[in-house]
């Protein structure tokens, strides 16, 4: 059966687009629209891991440009807004300009999910990654 | 400084393309090049790591038990002996038994690699996690 | 919105205030007014803290050696007994043998008074500062 | 000997002149003046510490309101300026306006000091406190 295929143009830094055609060809990759595909299934399985209720704990950590425009901002509000699940915040000077920002957090899960999300969907921020563990309490050693 | 963009077409299957969708707009983003600009980000440093020898930055998760006979001393020597690749330590109080602990690592891929299988595998700890990311000077913004 | 200013004036002897100015001057500050804001909040803190029985917020600065027997596991014991007015510990290994710890604290001063007086007593600590500051509520900017 | 004194004016927000004026009743000052030239010598004496030239190591604690138009664009920039000497800071967010933020520190005490004052006399900051420690190696425990 013949899969209908939508086609759309994407805009993105002509940096990142050398890296991305560098590493697509080092992968294997004959263009650019396999390895799209590729990427988006995997971060739907990610994404689709579903999240029970039970509280947990986890790490947030981040690398972005502090001189971003009004990025720091942003993110201490959020932060702030969901301040009830972040226990912390480590901040580390990476180099004149790169900070690496790790939240230790704790609580239901969907909002530490939709906290990291906004987190690392912020303009600026270079990387990130949500650390899912357990408060220990249901795990035996 | 204005960064010159490059645009380009992806095609990808219909029913994915509308998952990917979904998945950007929960994920809080507004539209799709901003979307696949941070997938390629996030496979850059994951390839970079394997191929690599260049610095990086991340962080190591840990829960366990502090009451586990022996296991504070082990995680802390362990530590010491790898200080230079550890930043610092935030250490969470969960409960009256478990502790959350996240390490801030820089340096390089192979020993930090190493520390972190070392203080996973340690009798006690309930789960670990590694988070590689980049110190941010490689990776365009 | 725009806070009401009062003003008022001070008279002090002439040396005291010349060196005043000085120290205003190496501590960065471009007005005595600024300056003597400041020195007032830090005495309204101090003496908040000894009347009493608001909500305070804080660090615990400690130095130890951690190969020093059982150093570690009395301080973690002590941490997990008084978790609930500590938010996290930051962790830095000095060297081979020492480590800085530092304390987040929040809540009831004399848990607090007590916790740190108990942490800077442990045999092998080899220095430790408990600073009380404000959760900020009570004191105006 | 009689001195010369200076008379000179100061302006202040209206709560703050307030709460200084109960706790300078409650302290039995009867005049402004007596009490500044106090917190003035108080301050003298703390900032005439000499310090010596032995590497440290210690904290720095600020409380802020992170909502104050620029402030962490500022204390961000100061603490990338002086890296060197930070090796992380832990930050809480105690509500929705107030951070608590501690910055652990290690290296040559004028810097350290200088750091602390940009930092303590930034405007916004509340409350601002500098503990020196020492890297522990010249202490016996």
Redesign the interface.
Known sequence: MK???????????????H??DR?MR??GYHN??LA??D??????VE?QQQLGQDEI???I?L????H?HHL??LL??L??EH?AV???????????????E?L?V?GHPAEIKHLA??L??A??V????L?I?????N???
Chains 1, 2, 3, 4 share one sequence.
């Open positions: 899969q209908t295929v939508i086609r759309f143009s994407v805009s993105i830094p002509s940096q990142l687009a890296d991305f590493m080092e992968k650019r629209s799209v595909a990427m988006i299934r995997d971060q739907l994404h704990a986890g790490s950590t690398v972005y440009d502090h971003r720091q901002d201490t509000d932060q702030h301040r972040i226990i912390s915040a480590l901040h580390c000077h990476l180099d004149h300009d790169n900070c690496l790790i230790a704790r999300d906004e690392i969907a303009k600026g270079k990387h990130g990654k650390v563990t357990t408060t220990g309490k795990l035996p050693a």
